[in-house]
């Protein structure tokens, strides 16, 4: 069912919704949506023993998985099918067991079909944990129906 939307905050909260209904990989993960606007999303996950690597600290890939997680919904925002273009992610320090991982990201740049987005990554401390850019690039389609 296609819903009406009269401002771009709503539609934002409802992409979100519809993303997160089939968002299983952030599901399995522990995702949790925080919150979501146009060109914004806060994301949160805490870290697990699954999710410790062999040198007792978070894996780099689930802190990039958090952080990927967010990018996608950003820059989803707005209704219009995006998908990623390339990113990197720098460490500065480790995410530990136990850690509540908070990505935060805001879209620095958008011209035509392509956008740019960072993402810092804060430990339940404030410590940045991890350092995310992507660039993204709309392909055809919505996100969820619309009148």
Do not use: W
């Not at 894996?59 to 209704?79: E, I, R, S």
């Amino acid at each position: 069912m296609a819903e009406t939307h009269t401002d771009p905050q709503s539609l934002a909260e409802a992409v979100g919704r519809g993303m997160y209904e089939r968002d299983h990989c952030a599901q399995a993960h522990g995702i949790e949506l925080l919150e979501i606007a146009p060109g914004y999303a806060r994301m949160a996950m805490t870290v697990r023993k699954d999710m410790v690597n062999g040198h007792d600290i978070g894996h780099g890939g689930m802190t990039f998985t958090l952080a990927d997680t967010a990018f996608a919904y950003a820059c989803n925002a707005a209704n219009e099918v995006t998908v990623a273009a390339g990113c990197s992610i720098t460490f500065p320090a480790p995410a530990r067991l136990g850690d509540v991982l908070t990505a935060e990201c805001r879209e620095v740049h958008k011209r035509g079909r392509s956008g740019v987005y960072d993402v810092t990554v804060t430990n339940q401390d404030g410590t940045v944990v991890g350092l995310f850019r992507g660039q993204s690039a709309r392909i055809a389609g919505t996100v969820i129906p619309v009148d």
